[in-house]
């Protein structure tokens, strides 16, 4: 198996809701929102076996000095083969000239997250609203 990387933002709902819906996350259902999202993210990498959409990242930036990694999302049959790790150092190596990258990672994603070089803050929480859709 050989995973090839892009940089691209056009994705049709059935590849996202496929990748999406085999993590369990709830955006999955809603594949059409999901492929606008795409279109307007700022930078966006994905990985591919083949023509299959295996994993993800996507995030916002001010164009200077901040950058939020929004999702990263690998399928669960592609995990532990370095995907997830490639496609942050691509996003890393992207915004290597800005002050931040922030991430909100749950508790169980934390230790992935620190081997990649992000530290937990001292002295922040991570806050939401979320719409009833959810």
């Known amino acids: 198996m050989e995973i090839k990387y892009k940089d691209i933002h056009e994705f049709n709902k059935e590849e996202l809701e496929e990748l ?7 955006s999955g259902h809603f594949p059409d929102k999901l492929v606008i999202a795409m279109k307007n993210f700022k930078t966006v990498y994905s990985a591919w076996d083949n023509d299959k959409l295996v994993g993800l990242i996507c995030a916002m930036d001010d164009g200077i000095m901040n950058a939020y990694i929004h999702y990263l999302l690998v399928n669960p049959k592609y995990q532990n083969l370095g995907i997830g790790r490639r496609l942050v150092e691509m996003m890393k190596n992207y915004y290597k000239d800005y002050l931040r990258i922030a991430i909100i990672a749950y508790d ?27």
């Open 108 to 134: 169980e994603e934390m230790k992935f997250y620190e081997q990649c070089g992000f530290k937990k803050s001292n002295d922040a929480s991570p806050m939401f609203i979320t719409s009833l859709w959810t």
């Open 20 to 26: 999406f819906l085999s993590v369990e996350w709830s």
